[in-house]
């Protein structure tokens, strides 16, 4: 039984590491088989950093087993619910109330992410180093391209399932840094200092050898490989992140090739990847209606009371939701952020598919909300808040004119992290969460306790690995 368990496990986690040799994201897997010889020149190392990507992507098959770019099912709905900003229609799953346990049925899906992602570039990076036909310069770049991959999932893991906010802690997450096999299945937790630095580690390279600009926007550029460890070093907060913070985001402002739309809504409703605001896509396949039909067929992920009151005096109330008359669930706010049709007479429009792992908005607001976080220039941080705001089609400013305070600033500021990054990247859950216990618990009716800021270890888990230990409260 365990040789089949690890068997399988191999399988899932590194399916769709073999696809078409052309540097292109809309193609189909060949094989799942992933260690060994698989690389040995330009072209096959291409090939299998493609399926890394899709590991990125999350890509899977839908419900009616459509190939299907699944990031919305992990990074959009999950974080988005927890951040009470949207609940599922069929009834509480335990993420809106923030009830879970190890056993809910969203608690694993982060985790089966992230540890696929990270072992497909750990295959990469293994099988890719010791071959000598790939160009230097080439294989830098694609070991960038791993490693910022490794880091993102490694990011994703630690941020949902360890205490991400005490470096101090035993409490991070199984930091594996080689190809899954029988003999490293089963490992214990490191500790969140470890996770830390080795993600850091993976940035700091990704920063130096990747490209300003890649081939296409849904591969990594060193951008979005700073904004990666921006979004890592303000969850850390430990002495000199603020600061590191600070420099990387305006960087990203100030040098790169990125500039923010003249209206917000421009990005998601006609421009999609064509805009100047997006440093990281990700990429559909041309046949996928996942989104369509969860967001507008289904409406099974409408936005919460809460975000529909915070939106009553915001232009986005116009485009974010509309008011629909459902047959099975009354009147309900349909979640229309991605979609552009007429939301009466639904039908799949061009970008309802496209997901945005990262944009320039969040370097703005990382930037502000640092800057609060330090004790900073008020003043700077609140030209960015309403830099940011004025793009969505805010007009009044007269609540951040009056934040006197770091603390009433950087509430603002997550107030719009929440709002501008609903349904998108998670970035709205790790927002509130930085907030003070008492100030996120006023956002957050259902959190009771610190334990509900990260996810139990799945029970799928612990009942295999004999070396994990759960995290407290579970």
Not at 39 to 46: F, N
Not at 100 to 128: D, H, T
Not at 146 to 163: K, T
Not at 265 to 271: A, E, G, N
């Amino acid at each position: 039984m365990k040789h089949q368990h690890i068997k399988y496990l191999v399988i899932v986690l590194t399916s769709s590491l073999f696809w078409s040799c052309k540097k292109e994201l809309n193609v189909f897997p060949t094989t799942s088989e992933v260690d060994g010889n698989v690389i040995v020149d330009t072209k096959s190392a291409t090939t299998v950093l493609n399926g890394v990507y899709y590991r990125f992507a999350n890509s899977g098959v839908d419900n009616n087993n459509v190939p299907t770019v699944l990031w919305s099912q992990v990074n959009e709905i999950i974080p988005s619910e927890l951040a009470n900003s949207c609940y599922n229609s069929s009834g509480d799953d335990g993420i809106y109330s923030l009830s879970f346990n190890s056993k809910s049925n969203s608690v694993p899906m982060i985790w089966n992410y992230g540890y696929a992602l990270v072992n497909a570039a750990n295959g990469f990076i293994k099988n890719a180093t010791p071959v000598t036909k790939i160009p230097g310069a080439t294989k830098t770049e694609m070991l960038a391209e791993a490693r910022f991959l490794r880091a993102f999932g490694n990011a994703e893991l630690l941020l949902y399932y360890g205490q991400y906010y005490d470096p101090s802690s035993k409490y991070g997450i199984i930091l594996r840094d080689e190809f899954v096999n029988s003999n490293n299945i089963n490992l214990p937790r490191s500790g969140v200092a470890a996770v830390y630095t080795s993600i850091i580690n993976d940035l700091d390279t990704a920063v130096i050898s990747l490209p300003v600009q890649n081939t296409a926007i849904y591969y990594a550029n060193a951008s979005a490989a700073k904004l990666l460890k921006a979004r890592v070093l303000i969850n850390r907060g430990a002495p000199g992140d603020y600061a590191s913070v600070i420099s990387l985001t305006n960087d990203i402002i100030t040098s790169g090739p990125f500039a923010l739309e003249d209206s917000v809504k421009d990005v998601f409703l006609s421009k999609g990847f064509a805009s100047k605001e997006v440093i990281l896509g990700v990429q559909p396949y041309p046949t996928e209606t996942y989104k369509y039909l969860n967001n507008q067929f289904y409406d099974q992920y409408p936005l919460s009371d809460s975000l529909v009151n915070a939106l009553s005096n915001d232009s986005r109330n116009q485009w974010y939701y509309h008011q629909v008359n459902t047959s099975y669930y009354g009147i309900i706010p349909r979640l229309d952020k991605f979609y552009s049709g007429d939301p009466v007479n639904i039908a799949q429009t061009p970008l309802s598919e496209y997901c945005y792992a990262f944009r320039l908005t969040e370097a703005y607001l990382l930037e502000a909300e640092a800057i609060t976080l330090s004790n900073g220039n008020l003043a700077t941080a609140k030209s960015l808040l309403e830099t940011v705001e004025s793009h969505a089609g805010v007009k009044d400013f007269t609540a951040i004119t009056n934040a006197n305070t770091s603390a009433a600033l950087q509430l603002l500021i997550v107030k719009e992290e929440m709002k501008n990054f609903f349904s998108e990247n998670g970035a709205d859950w790790f927002a509130v969460r930085r907030l003070p216990f008492a100030t996120a618990q006023a956002l957050l009716p259902g959190l009771k306790s610190v334990n509900q800021l990260t996810l139990p270890i799945p029970y799928t888990e612990t009942s295999i690995n004999n070396q994990v230990i759960q995290n407290p409260g579970y």
